[in-house]
């Protein structure tokens, strides 16, 4: 496997609100004569970026030694492995065109037709983890040059992953005069790893994600006495993949494969997202690949190994 970098300028994310670059940085893992071969454009997680699963992790794999094993072994005829970096001052992303944050699920489509031209394919993946997770799923649902998904504990039922987080978000964010002014405070500090801290970028985040006005962000919830806004709320559960799957069975049957899965004691209890988003699809008679395992939200990489197999398996086998 090669290891390229490209110096990408998007159009989409030009004179975004939070005045994040818009020439990114575009790490590419490339086979031996990479033309035609599957394109698979993975996103990162939140607080991380995709160019991160190159680093060094003496206890499990970086992406490059993952290609390059699974190609000596027989388990792949090689892949064309896209990394780009889309972290924002909101602490990561969840790959939605948001007036708060930028369009960055324009960028990601900006990304993928880059790349198909350049490599001369149509055979496209998108792949991620959590927020990643989300966002190959909600792109992949609403447009068609994404033939193949793999969500690996993507958001989903947004019940039991973000309302057991709205009471630190209130106690910290109360503190302060406007949102704005507590995220210039976070990005002032020297440490920025305290979990209240990380929790309470995480709900301004998806806030600025679900729920922007303007440049502004409308949080779900009463700062004063912590009650939920309805109104808010609802605009946050119309983004959330098991509505949204409701209304596009059709679009989702055309994909060649899509693959979820997730640990069965995840953190965030995305199991139980993942499990309707599974049973929804059924019901809908969408084919979808669904696996559990044993173990939670973090050090899962590992299972990018399944994944990875099964989306150059369909690409390749299914006519485009």
Known sequence: MRLNFTDFESEALKDNPLGDLYRRKIAVLEPDNPEGKP????????????????NYDPFSEDMKTRLQRMISEGKSNGVIMVLPDTF???????????TAVGNYEDFIIEIIKYFSEKYNTD????????????????????????????????????????????????????KFSSWREWL???????SKKRKDE????????????????GNDVDLPFDLDTGEIREDVWKRWLEKDPTRVVKNHFSELNKKNVIFIDVGRRDEYNIQYGSRILHSLLTKGGVPHIYEEFEGGHHDTAFRYEYSIAILEKYLNSAEN
Not at 88 to 98: A, R, V, Y
Not at 198 to 213: E, G, K, R, V, W
């Open 198 to 213: 990380l929790t309470t970028l995480m709900i301004l985040a998806m806030a600025a994600f679900y729920s922007p006005n």
């Open 88 to 98: 924002t001052k909101m602490g990561g992303n969840q790959f939605l065109n948001s």
């Open 184 to 190: 210039q405070n976070f990005w002032n500090k020297e």
């Open 39 to 54: 394109l698979i454009v993975y996103l990162s997680g939140f607080l991380s970026s995709s160019i991160a699963m190159l």
């Open 123 to 174: 055979k496209v993946a998108l792949m991620g983890k959590s927020s990643g997770g989300y966002g190959s799923m909600m792109i992949g649902i609403r447009h068609n040059e994404v033939k193949a998904i793999a969500d690996h504990s993507g958001d989903a039922y947004f019940e039991y992953i973000y309302i057991p987080d709205f009471p630190t978000a209130i106690d910290r964010l109360r």
